[in-house]
C-alpha cells in the first residue's frame, strides 16, 4: 500500500530556514499529484503548495516567495523548503499524494517558529 513519511520538521527563530522531505513507497503510477498542508491547533488543514507531475506548481499567497516546493520522481520524493519562516507558519505540516482515485496522507512533521 501507499505510506508517505515526513521528516524534517523542528524548532526555529523567526527569519530561520528548515526543509522538509516526504518520502513516498508503494505507489506503481508515473502520474500523480503531491502537495503540503499544514494545521494548527484549533485551525482547519490548510493547502500550501501543490506540484503535478509534468512541474505545475501553486502556492497560497501567505508563502509565495518564501517557500519552494520540488520532487525527485526517481526517488519518489517532494521537498519544502521553508525560508524567512514566520511564527504564524508555526503548525503540523502533511504531505498528500493523489494517485488515480486515491488520497494518501502522512503523519505529518512539526514545525515551530518561536523567538
Known amino acids: 500500500q501507499v505510506q508517505l513519511v515526513e521528516s524534517g520538521g523542528g524548532l526555529v527563530q523567526p527569519g530561520g530556514s528548515l526543509r522538509l522531505s516526504c518520502a513516498a513507497s508503494?505507489?506503481?503510477?508515473?502520474?500523480?499529484?503531491m502537495a503540503w498542508y499544514r494545521q494548527a491547533p484549533g485551525k482547519q488543514r490548510e493547502l500550501v503548495v501543490s506540484?503535478?507531475?509534468?512541474?505545475?506548481?501553486n502556492y497560497v499567497d501567505s508563502v509565495t516567495g518564501r517557500f519552494t516546493i520540488s520532487r525527485d520522481n526517481a526517488k519518489n520524493t517532494v521537498y519544502l523548503q521553508l525560508n524567512r519562516l514566520k511564527p504564524e507558519d508555526t503548525a503540523v505540516y502533511y504531505c498528500?499524494?493523489?494517485?488515480?482515485?486515491?488520497?494518501?496522507w502522512g503523519q505529518g512533521t512539526q514545525v515551530t517558529v518561536s523567538s
Open positions: 498528500h499524494a493523489s494517485v488515480g482515485h486515491s488520497g494518501h
Open positions: 506540484i503535478t507531475p509534468d512541474g505545475r506548481i
Open positions: 508503494g505507489i506503481t503510477s508515473r502520474f500523480y499529484d
